[in-house]
């Protein structure tokens, strides 16, 4: 038995997993998407779940026009953007009750059956029992559906993100660090101590969701192909308990979709919390190779670019003191500290906006950047650092809002920053995703009622990629 603390050696763990014909269980993948006719309508806590998808809507309300929009699309699935890890609790709670009523409504409206899939952190990190127990709720309130069970996925290739013997791991270098051990797990509003993904819902569910009830898919029955013995345990779940599937690579998630597939088409059904790596599979996402400048910019412009950097993981820190290094970039510190100070915040915010629009308009390249120390306000303050954090992403984002001159590109680094940007500084109502700049790392393409129409808008996850990668997709924007 791993025990939950211990870290481990990529190359050791992942030399004794069995190989697995990965032509053969595409196959056998798209035979069971043939026939599969649910929309798959995902909700994505922060705009970084669409990591792994391309060709694919997002939405930035969940009107019911938009919802409608969505159902009537050729496409198998799309996104909705809730952006609910900026929220508190009570406003997760209105979100998702509104969602999941509006779309039992639209659905009933045109004939069609759904499945949800609630995209989280592939750091386990969000508000999660809550989300998915108001999803649950107010679905089977609505409708004549019931859910069995809950598939808790958050394996995300991209980020080094791996579940193996049940623990969930993140990738540092050459080691896995188990996800309770890592900066994420002590994270001030979304904590938790537990890797085993079983305890962790036991933890977060404060008992209500035992670890031995648990069903657990392990690597050894999907390298097998062993589809009969994956299917019965997904027949047997039942009362809501849940579903922990390990994964190291995407043929793994092939093989449980497959399984899931099949015990739908026999009548289950399953809520899912998942990072963005089950998305593509289900949503039947065919691969596409990395985006370059020309698919990119597609508009001859003199002016610089804009990097927005607001988050604060040490991954964000180690890339932003990279990109430093960078020659052709102006850099501006905004001290977000002074939020505490309404008078000065507000001098503060029209000091870069001014510095920002001149260098910009001059061709310069600018990154905007929060101040690193993250603000403290003490013990049992979670809900007033979340305010606050709040009247800040609203600074930066009133910082691209009232920019008078178009940026050559924009990048926003960090979920929730990305989120506030795309939505309430650029006025996105729907973006398409036009593929990946880098690995985990997602371009949308604004739409015409935007505030910038059809800018390449790069949404760099804060906790992904390499020292390195801020700085080369930076660069490749630029050169």
């Keep these: 038995m791993i025990k939950q603390h211990e870290k481990r050696l990529v190359s050791d763990v992942f030399k004794d ?30 705009p970084t779940g669409v990591q792994t998808v391309n060709g694919i809507s997002v939405y930035t309300d969940w009107s019911k026009d938009s919802i ?14 809730t952006n609910s890890r900026g ?18 409504e639209v659905a009933a409206e045109v004939d069609k059956e759904f499945l949800i899939i609630s995209r989280g952190d592939s750091t386990l990190r969000g508000h999660y029992p809550l989300e998915t127990e108001v999803l649950k709720k107010t679905v089977e309130q609505h409708s004549n559906q019931v ?33 309770g051990e890592t900066e994420f797990a002590k994270d001030r509003t979304f904590g938790y101590s537990k890797s085993h993904l079983g305890e962790w819902v036991e933890e977060k569910s404060e008992g209500k969701f035992k670890a031995s009830h648990t069903t657990y898919i392990s690597l050894g029955s ?19 308990n849940k579903v922990v599937v390990n994964a190291v690579d995407y043929v793994d998630v092939k093989v449980v979709t497959i399984a899931l ?29 990395l985006l370059t400048k020309e698919e990119l910019i597609k508009e001859k412009s003199s002016n610089g670019g804009l990097i927005m950097v ?27 500290h002074l939020v505490l100070e309404p008078e000065k915040f507000e001098e503060e915010v029209n000091r870069i906006i001014n510095e920002a629009e001149k260098l910009i308009s001059q061709g310069q390249t600018v990154a905007v950047y929060t101040r690193r120390e993250r603000l403290d306000l003490g013990e049992g303050k979670k809900e007033e650092e979340l305010k606050l954090s709040v009247k800040i992403s609203d600074a930066v984002t009133s910082i691209v809002r009232r920019l008078n001159v178009r940026p050559n590109f924009i990048v926003a680094k960090g979920g929730i920053t990305s989120s506030d940007i795309g939505v309430n500084g650029l ?30 808008y790069i949404i760099f996850p804060g906790n992904v990629g390499a020292k390195t990668t801020l700085r080369e997709t930076v660069e490749l924007l630029s050169k």
């Design 87 to 104: 929220f508190t609790a009570s406003e997760t709670e209105k979100a998702h009750a509104d969602i999941a009523a509006v779309i039992t």
């Design 222 to 240: 999907i390298r097998a192909l062993d589809l009969v013995t994956i299917t019965n345990q997904l027949m047997e779940v039942k009362n809501f």
């Design 68 to 81: 409608k929009q969505g159902f009537l699309e050729e496409n198998s699935m799309f996104f909705i953007l």
């Design 147 to 179: 859910l069995d069970g809950e598939v808790i996925f958050p394996f995300f290739k991209e980020g080094g993100r791996f579940t193996i013997d049940n623990i969930h791991y993140v990738q540092d270098e050459d080691y896995l660090v188990p996800a």
């Design 427 to 456: 006025s996105v109502k729907r973006a398409t995703v036009a593929g990946q700049i880098k690995p985990g790392i997602p371009v949308w393409v604004t739409g015409e009622e935007s505030k910038f129409p059809g800018i390449a």
């Design 310 to 336: 607001g988050s604060h993981v040490k991954k964000t820190t180690e890339q932003l003191e990279e990109l430093k290094k960078c020659s052709f970039i102006e850099f501006i510190e905004f001290d977000c």
């Design 261 to 289: 597939l099949r015990a739908m088409k026999l009548g289950k059904h399953f809520m899912y919390r998942s990072a963005a790596a089950l998305t593509k599979v289900m949503g039947g996402v065919n691969d596409k190779d």
């Design 17 to 46: 997993i069995p190989a697995v014909d990965e032509a053969f269980v595409q196959r056998m993948l798209d035979e069971e998407l043939l026939t599969f006719n649910q929309k798959i309508i995902v909700l994505d806590d922060d």
